[in-house]
């Protein structure tokens, strides 16, 4: 059974930072055969993708919004991808999921992702 579990979501205020973490477990051709994807879904709108890391963890992709702001990492030992986010404002308070890909694409595309965690909430008050 493949678990994609988020953790590290919570309350800071604009400007401050949030670490996020997904563990990974149960994927059928091992984590480290996966890309990685982040997406978020605010009160009221769509989920948008965020960021992708490939498997290596060398290749990486970023929605415009994050300027810079975010960075997508990954440890193939720990089964675990990261998202660091600093300078946060209101406007990233969302649900943010991660999600895995095993066509390896770091592509923005919801639909090129097989498996999705539950999600984590994320609130920036101003």
């Known amino acids: 059974q493949v678990r994609l579990v988020e953790s590290g979501g919570g309350l800071v205020q604009d400007g401050d930072s949030l670490r996020l973490s997904c563990a990974a477990s149960?994927?059928?051709?091992?984590?480290?055969?996966?890309?990685m994807g982040w997406f978020r879904q605010a009160p009221g709108k769509e989920r948008e993708f965020v960021a992708a890391v490939s498997w290596t963890g060398v290749s990486t992709n970023y929605a415009d919004f994050v300027e810079g702001r975010f960075t997508i990492s990954r440890d193939n030992a720990k089964n675990t991808v990261y998202l660091q986010m600093h300078r946060l404002q209101p406007e990233d308070t969302a649900v943010y999921y991660c999600a895995a890909d095993q066509d390896q694409s770091i592509a923005a595309r919801q639909s090129d992702y097989d498996y999705w965690g539950q999600g984590t909430q994320g609130s920036v008050s101003s």
């Open positions: 149960g994927l059928t051709f091992g984590f480290s055969s996966y890309a």
